[in-house]
């Protein structure tokens, strides 16, 4: 149960993030009296834990970004072609950050990134340190550029 609980949380680190780079690629001022941003971020937890429980990796990503592509069309109103860029755009950044977090882990700390992510806590930092890597790579100018 408290693995579950960890792993709840820190989707909510990547959901977080993932709503800011859908607003910063968007061009969009990040609206914190929403209600349905903060839904939104709910939703994406529940339904990102659920998944990783429920469903085998490949099927998991699919799924992943078919519902990012609802939550994300439901609280940001921008048209279908836009918001599945940003969803896909957002989504690879994840992708690069995890892989990139995978690759230096090892060889700057000298851990076995199989031993962390399996450790009680180990999941979250991960987390945690995968939206931290997004952040820093959405920052950069190189994405916006991309992306537009």
């Not at 709840?8 to 780079?21: D, K, R, W």
Request: hydrophobic share 60%.
């Amino acid at each position: 149960m408290l693995e579950i609980l960890l792993y709840g949380i820190g989707t909510i680190f990547v959901a977080v993030f993932l709503v800011y780079c859908w607003y910063e690629l968007l061009s969009e001022k990040v609206d914190v009296k929403n209600v349905k941003l903060y839904c939104a971020v709910v939703i994406m937890t529940v339904i990102g834990t659920f998944l990783n429980y429920a469903v085998p990796h490949i099927i998991r990503m699919l799924l992943t970004v078919l519902y990012l592509i609802f939550i994300s069309y439901w609280f940001l109103h921008r048209n279908v072609k836009d918001i599945i860029l940003a969803v896909l755009f957002s989504y690879l950044i994840l992708m690069l950050s995890e892989l990139l977090l995978v690759i230096m882990l090892p060889i700057l700390f000298k851990v076995n990134i199989n031993e962390v992510s399996n450790s009680v806590y180990g999941g979250l930092i991960i987390s945690l340190l995968i939206a931290v890597f997004s952040l820093l790579i959405l920052k950069t100018k190189f994405p916006k550029k991309i992306f537009n």
